[in-house]
């Protein structure tokens, strides 16, 4: 078994813009998940979903929602090396991370994109 990877706590729903208002209200008027509170205006609403979070990102230029997940490692570079000796596709180009972040995307075989991030413990 492979202990270097283990589920992040974050779960990324891409959604076009033609269907983000309807979505973000299913998940806070029907579903009524909890939100998370927002730092400031403007900020990509945020429900708990279970032990994880549902970020709602508003992609426009898009033609269906994806989804996008996150792992972790406690050895970024040490994870970078082993998927790319398994073949795993990089996918650095799709969106840019913060400077300084630790971490790095990843498409599984069915293009579903992974952000691998680097774990505090």
Same mark, same amino acid.
């Given at each position: 078994?492979?202990?270097?990877?283990?589920?992040?706590? /974050?779960?990324a729903m891409k959604i076009p813009? #033609?269907?983000?208002?309807?979505t973000v209200s299913f998940y806070?008027?029907?579903?009524?998940?909890?939100?998370?509170?927002?730092?400031?205006?403007?900020?990509? *609403?945020?429900?708990?979903?279970?032990?994880?979070?549902? @970020? %709602?990102? /508003?992609?426009?230029?898009?033609?269906?929602?994806?989804?996008?997940?996150? $792992?972790?490692?406690?050895?970024? #570079?040490?994870?970078?090396?082993? %998927?790319?000796? /398994?073949?795993?596709?990089?996918?650095?180009?799709?969106?840019?991370?913060?400077?300084g972040f630790a971490a790095f @995307? $990843?498409?599984? *075989?069915?293009?579903?994109?992974?952000?691998?991030?680097?774990?505090?413990?």
């Amino acid at each position: 078994m492979n202990s270097l990877f283990r589920a992040g706590h /974050n779960i990324a729903m891409k959604i076009p813009a #033609h269907e983000y208002a309807q979505t973000v209200s299913f998940y806070r008027d029907v579903l009524a998940l909890p939100e998370i509170e927002r730092a400031q205006e403007g900020d990509t *609403p945020r429900f708990q979903f279970g032990d994880k979070v549902l @970020w %709602l990102d /508003n992609v426009p230029g898009i033609s269906q929602a994806e989804i996008w997940l996150e $792992i972790v490692t406690q050895d970024l #570079h040490a994870a970078a090396d082993y %998927l790319q000796n /398994n073949q795993v596709i990089r996918r650095d180009e799709i969106e840019a991370l913060p400077e300084g972040f630790a971490a790095f @995307w $990843i498409a599984n *075989p069915a293009n579903i994109i992974h952000l691998v991030s680097q774990s505090d413990g």
